[in-house]
């Protein structure tokens, strides 16, 4: 099964077009190449390395919940379930 995960973006990088995300505590480096007008702090969507599109973070809040109760957050390596996204 392949899902797409909501990260925050906490570093970005403009000469390379990458940023480091963070899931819980697990951080990441993930191209922007299909992204536009993304800050850090924003939330995105992420999947095999790409940033795929900017969410919400209530979207964001959904998507991981949803996952929380699916039990797919623990083991992606981010936070318990229903933790709050920062």
Known sequence: MCLAIPAQIVEIDVAS???VVALGEVRKAVSLALVEDVACGDFVLIHVGYALNKISPE?????????????????LGGPAAGGAVS
């Open 17 to 19: 077009d990458t940023a």
């Open 59 to 75: 979207e964001a809040e959904r998507t991981l919940a949803l996952f929380g109760e699916a039990e797919l957050i623990e083991e």
